[in-house]
């Protein structure tokens, strides 16, 4: 499989609220209807959270949800 | 849509019908694109239309006698059109021409008895389709009576280039042959095929009568015959042209094996369903050449051609945004959904399509054949909610818009207070349930004290998102549950304020008698004492497109602003001809930016201020920057001392938010029951103009960005920016992620954007 794509936050120096912890590069896996595709985002390993940036949502992702749902 | 279904809606749109010149002509030129041409200046292009049709095209352009010209559409608005003129003008400015292009040869062999232009025509035919033609003339040249015409009509050098091409075609010339049936006889059997022409002095003796007229098969298998002059004696150039054209397809016919009598109706001249509208165009009188044998002088060709009005329909495309749109026509836009919707796998590129018709039914009333956009499209959207092919995008937010409307923050049912009998029920409708200063409690005040019987209320959603959504079961269930609770009161007289519901409940429902407000105001109570805003200048009805059809609502509606001494103005596309505001057929969920072009298109109609009887119709006008006034606004005082006309679009949370109050206003003043309002979902928050357009445009509620500020405060999952300060956390109540981001200011949130997706992010932390 190709590497994925990272979507790290376009500006910002940002942590997890809840445990203070760093955020960590994952590899994620989005999914929609019958379809999805995998990125890497920033993500808190111990709270289990993914940080989707904007210009991803509104983006790469809105872009794919529409083609999903012509599928 | 089965292929018979596809057929016969396709079939209603005919702008692919011939114009009438085309029509007329038996030979079926290319009127429109030929005129173009001549208009630009254009000659070789223009000839080279001539040359697609045309056998012979440096003879027949010099000689057509022209029948397009007799119904050509410019007839009453100046003449018209020069054709014949321009045709010979063409060919004596172009090149005779070269050889068209032929196919291989078939190995067969056909003759023909004469030399005159019908066997002309037929040899030019045949041997462009490969076959071996051989032309069996009397006297020392084929050309018959082409010969006889005065030399500067038909130069006899242009005849001779013109026959030197057949012979490059591979046409043989047999001069010297006396016609006779000996000569058939004989010829019959060294060919596959024989046609006979009739011209002249016709010594075979065959009259019309004794061929097929379709065919012009003439006794003997393999024999054919055309080319007479008219009973008169007089020779319609086209006419023989026609004929063996005629015979040429049955002789291929014939060769090959085929049916000679199937299909055939699309050759000669044919009759055509086409429509113009010659609405706006000016008269511009026809010109002839000064000499018509020399053509017109250069400017004055491409001045005549100009006039040419190239006659096509689209007239549902001149009054629709939303066929404009996608660049086509109904005829087109019917073949491209039915592929859209018979695909099993692949992308269904026409979804979006099908989802933003408004539904408005303009296209019907305009449409000379009465094609039905709204159908196809309506139908449409059911086959794709009933094989789950619909984007759950399209239609989500407005069938979540009325489950809330119907649900318990907002929903009301209830006999007048202090009455057992319900002989009238007020439903206002839940777009002006919505709308601040909607004016509903005055209205419901109003209608109780002048009529007679009890005056119920119901407040609610009709189910028109349902509806035009394509989800015909769920529909069926509001209508349903509708019934219930207006049987259960006794089955009055429903009373709306809202023509969208109205035409719903008459649709689905017709066993309920339902009026609208404005009928009952206009006939039976009077209009109110106390008067509301008074426009100061003339304003300019809109009526809804769900009023279309109901001629005694904008009757009222026009017969009250005149009771109110309200002058107005009647809009070019108005009553049953009304444009849609942009919100019909939920177009706005599915195609934001073509709805707002639709909305935009209506507000430009005119520039004095709306005056619109719908909530929707008046808040999306207001959005796009116009000026427009809900009738209430006129007859009902309201709360707001501003000019109603620039009330904003209230939008989608602030129309939630009314609803709900509205309920509880309602049921304190007039049931005396207090009801409390509901603990909020989550800490308040302030944002900037510009994040609450994002938020309208995203269709994100101020309830979804308060439920994941409580969601991220109470729980503490989100996101720290250690550089501003600002948090950022999601939340996804069913099917949509909502992301906030913000900072706390003591109990309230500034909130500096809001986005939202669909997909779910599934694998983190395992």
């Known amino acids: 499989m190709a590497e994925s794509l990272v979507y790290l936050p376009q500006s910002g120096d940002w942590t997890c609220a809840g445990c203070g912890g760093p955020l960590e590069p994952k590899e994620t896996d989005v999914t929609y209807l019958e379809g999805g595709f995998n990125i890497t985002l920033l993500t808190c390993p111990k709270c289990n959270m993914a940080l989707l940036p904007e210009y991803v949502a509104m983006g790469k992702m809105l872009e794919v949800e529409q083609l999903l749902e012509d599928k | 849509m089965n292929q018979q279904e596809l057929r016969d809606i396709e079939h209603r749109c005919i702008e692919e019908e011939q114009p009438r010149c085309q029509a007329a002509c038996p030979i079926h030129v290319d009127v429109r694109a030929f005129m173009a041409k001549m208009a630009s200046g254009d000659l070789s292009g223009a000839r080279k239309v001539l040359d697609r049709t045309m056998p012979l095209p440096g003879v027949l352009a010099r000689i057509c006698d022209h029948p397009c010209e007799e119904v050509c559409l410019r007839e009453s608005i100046g003449g018209p059109l020069a054709m014949g003129h321009l045709e010979r003008t063409c060919a ?73 091409i057949l012979g490059r ?17 004989e010829v019959r059997q060294h060919f596959d095929a024989v046609y006979v022409e009739c011209a002249g002095d016709n010594p075979l003796g065959r009259s019309r009568a004794d061929v097929d007229p379709v065919t012009l098969a003439y006794g003997p298998e393999g024999v054919f015959c055309g080319g007479w002059p008219a009973p008169d004696g007089n020779r319609s150039v086209i006419t023989l042209v026609a004929d063996g054209r005629r015979a040429g397809a049955s002789v291929d016919r014939f060769i090959s094996g085929a049916t000679l009598t199937t299909s055939r109706e699309k050759e000669g001249v044919v009759a055509t369903r086409s429509f113009t509208s010659l609405k706006g165009i000016a008269t511009a009188a026809r010109s002839d050449p000064d000499d018509p044998v020399a053509g017109y002088a250069p400017e004055a060709a491409k001045a005549e051609a100009a006039r040419c009005l190239h006659c096509d329909c689209m007239e549902c495309v001149k009054v629709c945004e939303y066929l404009k749109h996608y660049k086509g026509y109904p005829k087109l836009y019917t073949r491209q959904i039915y592929n859209n919707l018979s695909i099993v796998l692949g992308n269904h590129y026409l979804n979006r399509m099908i989802d933003s018709c408004t539904l408005c039914g303009l296209c019907t009333e305009i449409c000379p054949e009465d094609f039905s956009m709204a159908e196809l499209c309506l139908d449409s959207r059911r086959d794709m909610v009933k094989r789950g092919k619909m984007p759950p995008s399209a239609h989500e937010f407005a069938l979540e818009d009325m489950a809330f409307s119907n649900g318990p923050d907002c929903a009301l049912v209830r006999k007048e207070p202090g009455r057992d009998a319900c002989a009238h029920l007020f439903f206002p409708g839940c777009q002006l349930a919505g709308e601040p200063d909607g004016r509903i409690p005055q209205a419901y005040a109003f209608l109780r004290e002048k009529l007679d019987g009890g005056v119920g209320l119901a407040l609610g959603c009709c189910g028109a998102p349902a509806l035009w959504a394509g989800r015909q079961p769920l529909f069926e269930e509001v209508v349903a549950a509708f019934k219930a609770q207006w049987e259960a009161l006794g089955k009055p007289r429903l009373i709306t304020a809202c023509s969208s519901c109205l035409s719903v409940f008459r649709q689905a429902a017709p066993e309920i008698p339902a009026v609208s407000l404005w009928e009952v105001m206009e006939a039976e109570t009077g209009l109110p004492e106390t008067t509301g805003f008074s426009p100061a200048a003339p304003v300019a009805v809109h009526d809804s497109c769900t009023s279309r059809h109901n001629e005694p609502l904008q009757t009222a509606v026009r017969a009250i602003l005149a009771k109110r001494g309200v002058a107005f103005e009647e809009l070019p596309l108005s009553g049953r001809y009304t444009e849609c505001c942009g919100y019909g057929g939920l177009a706005g969920n599915a195609h934001p930016e073509l709805a707002k072009a639709i909305t935009e298109r209506r507000a430009a109609a005119s520039d004095k201020d709306f005056l619109a009887t719908c909530a929707m119709c008046r808040d999306r006008l207001s959005h796009v920057g116009k000026r427009a006034y809900h009738l209430l606004d006129i007859l009902f005082p309201g709360d707001a001392t501003d000019d109603p006309a620039t009330r904003p679009d209230p939008g989608f949370s602030m129309r939630h938010e009314t609803r709900a109050r509205l309920r509880r206003q309602l049921l304190a003043a007039v049931w005396n029951e207090q009801v409390d309002a509901k603990a909020p979902a989550g800490p308040d928050f302030v944002v900037s103009p510009e994040v609450r357009a994002r938020m309208e445009a995203r269709h994100i509620l101020d309830d979804d960005v308060k439920r994941t500020l409580a969601h991220a405060e109470t729980t503490g999952r989100k996101f720290l920016d250690r550089e501003t300060g600002h948090f950022l956390a999601s939340f996804t109540p069913h099917r949509v992620t909502y992301w906030v981001e913000y900072v706390m200011e003591g109990d309230v949130a500034r909130v500096f954007t809001t986005y939202s997706h669909r997909m779910s992010v599934n694998n983190v932390g395992k």
Do not use: F, N
């Open chain 2, 169 to 185: 075609m591979g046409v043989t010339v047999k001069t010297g042959q006396t016609l006779s049936d000996d000569l058939l006889t």
């Open chain 2, 92 to 164: 004596l400015g172009t090149p005779t021409g070269g050889k068209p292009m032929c196919m291989p040869a078939k190995g067969k062999s056909v003759a023909g008895l004469g030399g005159d232009l019908s066997a002309l025509t037929l040899a030019w035919d045949l041997a462009k389709k490969g076959y071996a033609v051989t032309l069996l003339v009397p006297g020392d040249a084929p050309g018959g009576a082409l010969r006889d015409l005065p030399s500067d009509i038909l130069p006899p050098e242009v005849l001779t280039e013109s026959l030197d």
